[in-house]
């Protein structure tokens, strides 16, 4: 089974900052096949990014996806208000699908 | 607008059975892959299972292999998800989604989630 481990745990920044969050495969994804998730409180969570750099519909620019192999990361340009929440990465291959422990960003 | 409504969720006893149950509207359900996904309590999500488009193929995490049993009726666009001999550690906010295509593939759209407590 591919372990997904983000870091970091917790991201304090302000709104207007650039946010950087790591998941980090315990081998290598298989053709990219990674996934970004946003997470409010008492909410579903939300697919941002798929494919490891690929934008779902409706989702602002400002975010994007980037990695291969066994480092990704999501990166928020400009943290807006609404964009302080949990995110998760999420592998789904043929055999094995898991998710990250999340990171969490909160305002400074 | 996609629409993902589970139910069937509720308070067992170690070793029960429950059937969860997800009716789908607002797209041609039997043209996606479709899936469960749990929230435990200390917020951390587990993939569960997943279903093909005909129900013929489908994916299981280890913990729940040989319990869980997925299913699908495209006649009345409902996902089900069978659980037997169900531990504490199962107990979660189960989640029904809808896949971004028919294939492998990020999950997409997700049901508001039915909760499952099993405990004495």
């Known amino acids: 089974e591919i372990v997904l481990t983000q870091f970091p745990g917790t991201l304090s920044l302000s709104p207007g900052e650039r946010a950087t969050l790591s998941c980090r495969a315990s081998?290598?994804?298989?053709?990219?096949?990674l996934a970004w998730y946003q997470q409010k409180p008492g909410r579903p969570p939300r697919l941002l990014i798929y494919d490891a750099s690929s934008r779902a519909a409706g989702i602002p620019d400002r975010f994007s996806g980037s990695g291969s192999g066994t480092d990704f990361t999501l990166t928020i340009s400009r943290l807006e208000p609404e964009d302080f929440a949990v995110y998760y990465c999420?592998?789904?291959?043929?055999?094995?699908?898991?998710f990250g422990q999340g990171t969490k960003v909160e305002i400074k | 607008e996609v629409q993902l409504v589970e139910s069937g969720g509720g308070l067992v006893q170690p070793g029960g059975s429950l059937r969860l149950s997800c009716s789908a509207s607002?797209?041609?359900?039997?043209?996606?892959?479709m899936h469960w996904v749990r929230q435990t309590p200390e917020k951390r999500l587990e993939y569960v299972s997943a279903?093909?488009?005909?129900?013929?193929?489908?994916y299981y995490a280890d913990s729940v292999r040989g319990r869980f049993t997925i299913s699908r009726d495209n006649s009345k666009s409902t996902l089900f998800l069978q659980m037997t001999s169900l531990r504490p550690e199962d107990t979660a906010l189960y989640y029904c989604?809808?896949?971004?295509?028919?294939?492998?593939?990020?999950?997409?759209?997700w049901g508001q989630g039915t909760l499952v407590t099993v405990s004495s």
């Open positions: 607002g797209f041609t359900f039997y043209s996606y892959a």
């Open positions: 279903i093909s488009t005909d129900g013929l193929s489908t």
């Open positions: 081998q290598s994804v298989s053709s990219s096949f």
């Open positions: 989604v809808k896949g971004l295509t028919y294939a492998v593939s990020a999950c997409h759209n």
């Open positions: 999420q592998h789904y291959g043929t055999s094995t699908r898991t």
